[in-house]
C-alpha cells in the first residue's frame, strides 16, 4: 500500500533503535524524508537512509533548535511521532522519590509536549500533517513496578486530545499509538529494565520478555511484538490515508488490554 508520504518531512524522536528506528526506517522506506533524533548513534544501520539530529530532548530549548535544523535542510516539517521514553523498575509508590517522579515525567511527558509545542507551527504552516505520541499499554494497568512511568504515559493520552481538539481543524491531526510488551532495548539490553525485572522475579534474563507476557494473559501471548510491528501501525496514522482518523488511540499489544 502507498501510504503517500513522498516528499514529506517527519521527525521521530528516539530514533537509534526499537520503535523510533524502526519507524524512522520504515518512513524512510515508504518515500518520506525521516528525520530521527536522539543522543546516541545508532548501533549499526541498514536500510533506507534516514537524516539525524543528535540532541539531548530533556534540554528545554532542544525542541526549537531541532524544528529550525529541520527547516533549514529540509524547508518544511509534515509530521511528528513523539516516541521517545522509557521506564524503570520500582519498589512501590511509596519508594519512589520526587526527583524520581520528576524525571520520569520529563521524559515521557514533557519532552512530547515541548517537542509538539516546538513542531506546530511548521507542522501547522503544511497543512494536512500529524503528530503520533508513543504512549504504552501501562498507561491503563495499575502497577507497583512503574507507576510513575505509567502516570506520565496516561498523561501523554490526555495531551493527544488536547491537541486533536484544537488542531484539527486546522490541519494538524493527533493520536496516539499504544505497544504492549515489545522486543526493544529497554527489556533485552543489560543494565535496563528488562534485566531489573528478571532479577525482581528470579527468572533467566534471557527468559524475561517470554516471562513478562505468558504473566500477563498467557491465552493471548502468541507472539510478543516486534518493532516493526507498531511502526507500521505509526507510519498510517502519521500518513495522509488517516486523515479520518484523530483523538485516538490504537492499541498494538495482543489484545492485553481489550478496553471497551
Partial sequence: MDLQLKDRVILVTGASTGIGRATAELLAAEGATA?????????????PQVDHIFADLTAPAAGDRIVETILKRHGRLDGLVNNLGGPDLRNGFLGITEEQWLDMFDLNFHVARRMSKAALPALLAAGDSAIVHVSSSSAHLGTRLNPDYAAAKLALLSLSKTLAAEFTSKGTRSNVVTPGLTKTAIYEAP????????????????DVVEHMSTSVRPQLAKRVSEPEDVARVIAYLISPLASQVTGAEWVVDSGVLMQV
Avoid: I, Q, Y
Wanted: aromatic fraction near 6%; proline fraction near 7%; avoid cysteine.
Fill in 35 to 47: 528525520v530521527g533524533v536522539s543522543r546516541n548513534p545508532a548501533p549499526g544501520t541498514s536500510g
Fill in 191 to 206: 543494565g535496563r529494565f528488562g534485566e531489573k525485572v528478571a532479577k525482581l522475579h528470579g527468572v533467566e534474563f534471557d
